[in-house]
Each structure stands twice: as structure tokens, then as C-alpha cells.
């Protein structure tokens, strides 16, 4: 199975920063990774879609990169919305795997 | 608008069967692959099993297989996950979604409790 390590599990940051979050795969995942926000009681929504693709109707704030095992989602201007919990998801091999969220808190 | 609702949740015993079933509406259905996702109680997220747009092939992950089978009627645009032989790891929310790049939808998800 491909492991997904996502860090880092807790982020607090200011409106206006730039922030990173980063995955690392166990193993080669061909940019097959996705990045999702979640609100407390909502289901997760798609932010990216295989690396770099942004999803329709996202910010454009909101941009990932990567290849191989390595992967960052990054906000370029972080706003008062953008709280919640990150996950990034391999879609490459089965089983399909999540990494284990980074919660983003707005200071 | 694309819809996914999920049904048939709810409190069962060890041991017990539950079905579930996500309605699907504001798309071709059976274009598209799906998935099933949950998520225990302040937990992160675990995919659990998919099925080919024709149903002709089935996903599973390894804690569920035997056990659970995703199956699906395009005719009717729903989505089902007969879950047998439940065990409290199972308590979770359950999660419809598509399977598909930019395609990505998910329903409001629907609580299982595996409790005696």
C-alpha cells in the first residue's frame, strides 16, 4: 500500500501568509494526487486535481505542485475562509490512499 | 446540479448487515466511476471501496474485503454498499463521491454506528 505523509498535522497562520502544506508518497504516485479542504460537518471538497490542476470555482490562491513522491499544495494569500482541514489523496494504485490532514488555523 | 444522497445509516450491532445507497441525479451516472469514503468520528479520511462505470470491476480495501460489496444499478442511478458481519471499526460516516479528474463530487454523507 501507498503510504501518504502529510505535514504539517497542525498549521496556524495570518491572514496574508503564504502557506505550505506538504504529502509524501511511499512510492512513485505519477502526479496522481489530489488536495481537498474540509469543514467541520461538511464533506471534503476538491481543491486540485491531479498535481496542479485547480478545480473549477476555486481560488486562484490555491495551487499545487510536485511529481514523483513529493507534493505541496500552497496558498499563496491566506484568507479568513480558508480554515479547515487539508487532505491529500493518491488516486495512482489501489488501495486508494488519504494522508492524515493538516488542520489550518487562522491566527 | 449534480446531487449524491446517501441513505440507510444508522445504529446496528457487531456482527449485524446494513445497506446503503447514494441517489445520484444532474449527471450521466453510468459515465462515471465511484467511490465509497468514510470517516470515523474526528478522524481523517479512509477510502473504502470503487466500482467501474459499468460495475464490471470492484475495489475494495483490505479491512473491508469479504465483507462489504459496492455494487451499482444505472438504471437507476444509485450507488449501494452492502456492508455484513459490521465491527465497531466500522463506525463512521459514509461518503458517496465520483471518481473522475475535475469530476469530483460528494454527497452529505450518511453515520453508521457498529455498537452493541
Known amino acids: 500500500d501507498i503510504q501518504m505523509t502529510q505535514s504539517p498535522s497542525l498549521l496556524s497562520a495570518s491572514v496574508g501568509d503564504r502557506v505550505t502544506i506538504n504529502c509524501k508518497a511511499s512510492q512513485n504516485i505519477n502526479k496522481y494526487l489530489n488536495w481537498y479542504q474540509q469543514k467541520l460537518g461538511e464533506a471534503p471538497k476538491l481543491l486540485i486535481y491531479?498535481?496542479?490542476n485547480l478545480q473549477t470555482g476555486i481560488p486562484s490562491r490555491f495551487s499545487g505542485s510536485g511529481s514523483g513522491t513529493d507534493y505541496t499544495l500552497t496558498i499563496s494569500s491566506l484568507q479568513p475562509e480558508d480554515f479547515g482541514t487539508y487532505f491529500c489523496f493518491q488516486h495512482n494504485s489501489w488501495p486508494l490512499t488519504f494522508g492524515s490532514g493538516t488542520k489550518l488555523e487562522i491566527k | 446540479e449534480v446531487q449524491l444522497v446517501e441513505s440507510g445509516g444508522g445504529l446496528v450491532q457487531p456482527g449485524r448487515s446494513l445497506k446503503l445507497s447514494c441517489a445520484a441525479s444532474g449527471f450521466t451516472f453510468s459515465n462515471y466511476g465511484m467511490h465509497w469514503i468514510r470517516q470515523a468520528p474526528t478522524k481523517g479520511l479512509e477510502w473504502v471501496a470503487s466500482?467501474?462505470?459499468?460495475?464490471?470491476?470492484?475495489y475494495y480495501r483490505d479491512s473491508v474485503k469479504g465483507r462489504f460489496t459496492i455494487s451499482r444499478d444505472n438504471a437507476k442511478s444509485t450507488l449501494y454498499l452492502q456492508m455484513d458481519s459490521l465491527r465497531s471499526e466500522d463506525t463512521a460516516t459514509y461518503y458517496c463521491a465520483t471518481a473522475g479528474p475535475g469530476f469530483d463530487y460528494w454527497g452529505q454523507g450518511v453515520m453508521v454506528t457498529v455498537s452493541s
Open positions: 466500482i467501474s462505470p459499468s460495475g464490471g470491476s470492484t
Open positions: 491531479n498535481t496542479n
